[in-house]
């Protein structure tokens, strides 16, 4: 019982710090500019249809 309230106590945290990386990381593409652009295409590859979604977030800019 105590185990998996410890695990979903950790999980929150982690998913705020996995956001706040995507986000430096999207800062980061934002000022690179085309470079991070064509690494984001390849990104999408990966990732399917939620890479799609930040590619069209990241190319609209």
Known sequence: ???KHIKAQTAIPMA????IILL???YVMF???NRFTEHL???K????WFG???AAVATKS
């Open 24 to 26: 430096l990381v999207f």
């Open 41 to 43: 295409i390849g990104v």
């Open 45 to 48: 590859e990966r990732m399917g």
């Open 1 to 3: 019982m105590r185990l």
């Open 52 to 54: 799609e979604i930040l």
């Open 16 to 19: 705020i710090i996995s956001l």
């Open 31 to 33: 000022t690179t500019g």
